[in-house]
């Protein structure tokens, strides 16, 4: 379009919110990177050996937890009964449930409804496995016959995060900004 053509391209039709904001909403929470998995060593916290946990979300107020889980060794991993839904996107590696025929595998969303109880197994041959998974109420870990052994919950996700931002330096608050 040259300078002396009018303008006759249709106007903005955006229009943002002219009201006052609703009270006591949330601060929308934004974290980058999320596929590239490109972000600082420190951010992983350890879970057991070669197993991490980087937080996303913890929803304290609705009781659930979003997180990316990496897993570098192959086996079980746990076995564990769910209190409430779990979704789980699978960004690298494959893993399945012994109790299942799918495979979680690169690119796959799985759903794991409320009171499934599975055994997590990741192959050999999978160097490394990092799986987005959305997980709401607890894991129960469970011995073969259901007996309840240990839990796992956004309370207990934030307690480990915290403790181990301290320790590497980014400070207990560094949970902060996850915490909704
Ligand atoms: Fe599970």
């Keep these: ?38 972000f600082e060593e420190r951010l992983w916290v350890p879970q057991a050996p070669d197993i991490w946990f980087r937080p996303i979300l913890f929803n304290v107020s609705q009781g659930y937890f979003v997180n990316l889980l990496r897993v570098r060794r192959s086996g079980i991993l746990s076995r564990h009964r769910h209190s409430g839904p779990v979704h789980a996107t699978t960004l690298r590696g494959k893993w399945h449930y012994l ?38 109420g607890a894991y129960i870990y469970v011995d073969p016959h259901g007996a309840p052994l240990g839990v796992e919950d956004v309370f207990s996700k934030l307690s480990s995060a915290k403790a181990h931002y301290e320790k590497v330096g980014l400070g207990a608050a560094y949970v902060d900004q996850f915490i909704r």
Aim: glycine residues 6%; proline residues 12%; hydrophobic residues 35%.
């Design 1 to 38: 379009m040259s300078s002396s053509t009018p303008d006759d391209r249709p106007k903005a039709t955006a229009v943002a919110y002219q009201g006052e904001p609703l009270p006591n909403v949330s601060e929308d929470l934004v974290v980058p990177n999320i596929l590239s998995l490109d």
């Design 99 to 136: 109790e299942h025929p799918w495979w979680a595998t690169e690119g796959s969303h799985a759903f794991e409804p409320p009171g499934d109880i599975h055994t997590l197994e990741v192959p050999d041959g999978v160097e490394e496995m990092i799986t987005l998974f959305h997980v709401t």
